[in-house]
């Protein structure tokens, strides 16, 4: 069974950082993992993907301040999230696409306030 579990989350000051984690359980061929976030009252949009060809995307809005990686085994992704704004505040979910369906996780809660 393929399960994502999102863990990093918490209360930082603006300007901050964080690691979140999305721990990977499960047999399947790992080709991309993508993290998304989903403001208070705003659509779910992607922050950043990491592809097994060793490709990296990441969104405007947060280039040059978060970055994505993972083990070698592809059993965690990490978001490194730096230099937090209140904008950055959102519920952040990792998911993959499984034999063509979508996997998430459960999600994990970053608020950026002073």
């Known amino acids: 069974q393929v399960q994502l579990v999102e863990s990093g989350g918490g209360l930082v000051q603006p300007g901050g950082s964080l690691r979140l984690s999305c721990a990977v359980s499960?047999?399947?061929?790992?080709?991309?993992t993508g993290w998304y976030r989903q403001p208070p009252g705003k659509e779910r949009e992607l922050v950043a993907a990491?592809?097994?060809?060793?490709?990296?995307n990441y969104a405007e809005s947060v280039k040059g301040r978060f970055a994505i990686s993972r083990d070698r085994a592809w059993n965690t992704v990490y978001l490194d999230v730096n230099s937090l704004k209140p904008e950055d505040t959102a519920v952040y979910y990792c998911?993959?696409?499984?034999?063509?369906?979508?996997?998430w996780g459960k999600g994990t809660l970053v608020i950026v306030s002073s």
């Open positions: 499960g047999t399947f061929s790992r080709v991309a």
């Open positions: 990491i592809y097994a060809g060793g490709t990296i």
């Open positions: 998911k993959m696409t499984v034999y063509g369906t979508d996997i």
